[in-house]
């Protein structure tokens, strides 16, 4: 594997954790179990997943006197069934411009698009998991007001991370986005005099899985628009990553290789477990980069002794980047210290002085040990 010696490259929020598990792991095997079922039993807890989406049914009479917990102005036109794939109406080829409200009632939360006619303006409406997205395109409406009660809401919902406009580059036509970060049933409602479309949001059962997606680099915001026309015909799905800008996903697989095999020239496979937020990969020598310290942090999970890491970290460590060469190197601090394995501590001093890195003391005190 080759890496870019000047990359910048970030180094993990969670790397302090998994340096604590290498020092746990250098005690006794059934402390790294414990520990590896505690770290996943956290992930499991913070992972969370929404069903699938809205598709047309007729109204029930149960359902229409259950919407009246939470009054809604103007005339109950359709509802759609809970979690199916893509719903489509509104009468209105103009829907002149729409304003977002939220209204919150126990655990139901409602996001309301009012549109300044009588009639809701045409919509389709979209959903796709992993992560949950909810994607509002309204052709012939000019833009979306988001009032201040959505940026609250924001903070404060259990269900919704954001809510943006997608810079589709389609002349008269808005696409709004609204990203979920909590496992919730969803729900659309259409209603006239006025018009709007009602978003319910209600608790659902979490749901954990693991999927591989085939996607673009990340773009500016600006760029977007010539990155869809180079995918023009396929069924693709806009992405706002970890960093604000926006990518291409082209499809989902339930294992690397059946990605891998769909792939590309420019296109990336980036594993993606319940509701993790997207990395943004600006170059491939970033993306090869974060799969390569990937690779390293599986291994300080996995490793039952020092010997493989110390291998690895042996391996790699010339070609690394400054900011690979650190990672590498507090992994391999934190999994010895307390160690007591028979180790090549001259050969660990010498990975170090390598990095033009100063040798740890506990390596010092080993070396200088009869």
Known sequence: MSHHPKLPV??????GDVIQQGIDRGKKAADRRRVRQAAARTACSLVLVLGVFVGGVNVSPAFAAAVENVPILGQLVQIFGRNQAVVEGGSAPDGGTAAVTMERDGDTELMQLRFAREEAALYQAAFASYPKTVTITLPGTAGVEVLSEITRAQDTSQYIKSVYQVPTGAAGTTVLQLELESDANVQIEEYRDPGSLVIRLTPAEIQLDTVYSLRTLSVSAQDLPALLERYDGRSTRILQDGGGKFFVELGQYDTRDEALAAASDGLIVEERTGNNVPVCYETLEQYR?????????????SAASAEPVIAFVREHLAAASPEERQVLLDGLSGLIQDTDEDLDWAEIAALYQTADQEVP???RE????P
């Open 10 to 15: 970030e180094i993990p929020d969670d790397l």
């Open 289 to 301: 980069s974060a799969q390569f310290l990937d690779g390293y942090y599986q291994l300080l999970l």
């Open 366 to 369: 080993h070396l200088t040990t």
């Open 361 to 363: 003391a506990l390596v």
